[in-house]
């Protein structure tokens, strides 16, 4: 990638409980276009996991990958604050800041359910949405293997060591070339005094998970899943949603009932990928980008 694909990191103030944090993130296109996307990973990922799509997108429109709280180079919070709702406040602020004519939403795992959060707001900014591999109801199986595979917090003596941890708990990406499963690694790993590499991420993320072992957790989930329901009911932008032909988090039902209800989303299926689609090979990012287009960029 030349220098002059790189994007811009920024930083902006935003709200929680008791004070302001700030929340990075990475900035791609004109500085002043007018519209705008926003890309927001999933639970233990950040910002330039988009740098491919980003980079495609680019020369039409502004796009916007942030650090979500926690994360990459966003500060860190109190766990009990890491929740959809302090995100997507987190979003709000962000968005403001950004002035956009128009928003498109691309959001994988973590980063859809916020999306759907902002786009069953009344006057919701969101004027196309895009889903990956996620939905209102996310299947249990695949939220014990997440946590599982979050369960730990390693040091890594090499690049490449870590790469080969992150495959091990990351192998529904699909496959991936060594070159472009290193890209993607690289910004996952923050080198320590010592030159060793840790992961990015604050390990209290990780609180959300503890209800899974609670007594009263299937109900837990329920209420949740109601709620998000409801959310997306509640979206009026054009939606597309992707789902991994092998996804252990968005069953075909789940994104079938998406097509019927609600904004009656538009659905994809990935073949030979699980949870969740990288958006990396011109394949995925194509129908991504023509989707956005068409609902942004001239509109």
């Known amino acids: 990638m030349t220098e002059a694909r790189q994007p811009r990191l920024e930083f902006v103030s935003c709200l929680h409980p008791g004070g302001l944090h700030r929340m990075a993130y990475w900035e791609w296109g004109e500085p002043e276009h007018p519209d705008v996307v926003v890309c927001v990973h999933g639970l233990s990922r950040q910002g330039r996991d988009f740098d491919r799509l980003a980079a495609a997108l680019s020369g039409r429109m502004r796009v916007v990958c942030p650090d979500v709280a926690g994360r990459g180079r966003s500060q860190w919070l109190a766990p009990q604050l890491y929740q959809v709702a302090q995100y997507a406040s987190d979003m709000v602020t962000l968005l403001a800041r950004l002035r956009a004519r128009r928003v498109g939403w691309v959001g994988t795992s973590m980063g859809g359910l916020i999306g759907i959060a902002l786009g069953g707001l009344q006057d919701s900014p969101l004027q196309a949405l895009v889903l990956n591999d996620i939905g209102p109801s996310i299947a249990e199986q695949g939220l014990r293997r997440i946590a599982g595979g979050l369960a730990r917090r390693m040091r890594f003596a090499s690049l490449d060591e870590a790469a080969d941890y992150l495959w091990s708990v990351?192998?529904?990406?699909?496959?991936?070339?060594?070159?472009?499963?290193?890209?993607?690694?690289?910004?996952?790993?923050?080198?320590?005094?010592?030159?060793?590499?840790?992961?990015?991420?604050?390990?209290?993320?990780?609180?959300?998970?503890?209800?899974?072992?609670?007594?009263?957790?299937?109900?837990?989930?329920?209420?949740?899943?109601?709620?998000?329901?409801?959310?997306?009911?509640?979206?009026?932008?054009?939606?597309?949603?992707?789902?991994?032909?092998?996804?252990?988090?968005?069953?075909?039902?789940?994104?079938?009932?998406?097509?019927?209800?609600?904004?009656?989303?538009?659905?994809?299926?990935?073949?030979?990928?699980?949870?969740?689609?990288?958006?990396?090979?011109?394949?995925?990012?194509?129908?991504?980008?023509r989707f956005l287009l068409d609902h942004l960029a001239g509109a």
């Open 170 to 289: 990351s192998e529904g990406f699909g496959p991936h070339s060594r070159a472009d499963w290193l890209e993607l690694c690289r910004p996952m790993l923050v080198q320590q005094p010592d030159g060793s590499l840790l992961l990015h991420y604050d390990p209290g993320i990780l609180q959300s998970f503890a209800q899974l072992g609670a007594p009263d957790a299937a109900a837990q989930l329920a209420a949740g899943e109601q709620a998000m329901w409801a959310l997306y009911d509640a979206v009026k932008a054009p939606t597309l949603v992707l789902r991994g032909e092998h996804s252990d988090i968005l069953s075909s039902g789940t994104a079938q009932a998406m097509c019927a209800r609600g904004p009656q989303a538009r659905s994809l299926e990935i073949p030979g990928v699980g949870h969740a689609p990288t958006l990396m090979s011109p394949e995925q990012i194509e129908p991504v980008q």
